[in-house]
């Protein structure tokens, strides 16, 4: 059996990528990898919104209450909506005003984040998120068979909160047919193939950087979120982070720092780790009960919850510390 196994930078992350085979089809994994790292690169030129040239971006700056929109733009906007019903509006893709005021206007690709302990020490009070009064995302329509977006002008859509773990999804789905296969972008991975051998994925502490904690998966998404990813100090003093409360419109302090949550899917489990960070130590661990996944306080405490398999055979790491965009 033959085994392709790269590390490429994409969406702003380190990406990566295993393919074993042959495929029952014949195709070649060196051959399939090269598809996927071409789909990946696609896949962030037509949906970032820090690209304004992205069809992200035109759909954002566009007029018109109806957009004729691509099929893949119309798929990644069912994933939008599906995350905001999934965690109650806690993942809010509407929230492009509110990131952008808490100084995450451009892609921090190659950024150095402040330290987080620095950052903690100066949060204010610490509160689950809630989700916004407003609902915007409820407001998007998406009409397959007409081919467009409805949705009222200025509501803009980010696709921070589920991107990189949709873009994962759809790679393994282009990777059917061979015995194994992987592909992680940043905190977000999906494994795929017919193959029963699991995988080890290595999570990184978000405060020590250590890779002690080790969860098994078979088939499915694993996904990661912490506040060391994307910190940085405001010009004030301050210092903020990507994962903004919809309640308030600002980075939320929860008492939580990391959570790395299991589901069939990457994009869900993008979605329940987010959610779970979000809604802090109690409302967290509720959200995780049902897949599994591990939370980690304040104090560096980690907490595991619900079902993890912890007896794998083959390591893939989850970079926490990757810059994603």
């Not at 994409?10 to 495929?23: C, F, Q």
């Not at 998007?140 to 977006?149: K, L, S, T």
């Not at 980010?158 to 991107?163: E, K, Q, Y």
Request: hydrophobic share 40%.
């Amino acid at each position: 059996m033959s085994t392709h196994d790269s590390t490429f930078r994409a969406m702003g992350s380190e990406v990566r990528l295993i393919v074993e085979g042959p495929a029952c089809d014949g195709r070649d994994p060196a051959a399939a990898a090269a598809e996927t790292i071409a789909f990946i690169a696609e896949f962030e030129r037509r949906l970032s919104r820090f690209r304004p040239t992205s069809e992200l971006s035109r759909l954002n700056a566009d007029p018109r209450a109806t957009v004729p929109a691509s099929p893949l733009m119309l798929d990644a906007l069912d994933a939008a909506r599906e995350v905001a019903e999934l965690t109650g509006g806690l993942v809010d893709p509407t929230l492009v005003d509110e990131i952008e005021a808490a100084g995450y206007r451009h892609s921090r690709e190659g950024a150095v984040a402040a330290r987080l302990q620095d950052a903690l020490a100066l949060a204010p009070g610490r509160k689950p998120a809630g989700p916004s009064p407003t609902r915007r995302w409820e407001l998007i329509e998406v009409d397959h068979e007409a081919g467009v977006v409805h949705r009222p002008p200025g509501v803009r859509i980010d696709s921070g909160g589920f991107g990189k773990g949709f873009a994962a999804d759809l790679a393994v789905e282009g990777l059917s047919g061979f015995s194994r296969c992987v592909v992680g972008c940043g905190g977000d991975l999906r494994v795929g193939g017919a193959s029963a051998d699991p995988f080890e994925v290595l999570v990184e502490h978000p405060l020590t950087g250590e890779r002690d904690q080790k969860i098994v998966v078979g088939n499915g998404g694993v996904a990661t979120s912490g506040l060391n990813v994307r910190v940085w100090k405001r010009e004030d003093g301050g210092f903020a982070h990507h994962l903004i409360d919809p309640s308030t419109g600002r980075p939320a302090w929860t008492g939580l720092v990391g959570v790395t949550a299991l589901a069939p899917t990457a994009v869900e489990a993008e979605a329940r780790s987010k959610a779970a960070l979000l809604a802090g130590p109690g409302g967290g661990a509720e959200i995780l009960r049902r897949h599994g996944g591990l939370i980690v306080h304040e104090d560096g405490e980690i907490e595991p919850i619900g079902p993890i398999r912890l007896q794998p055979n083959r390591r893939v790491v989850i970079p926490m510390n990757a810059v994603a965009a």
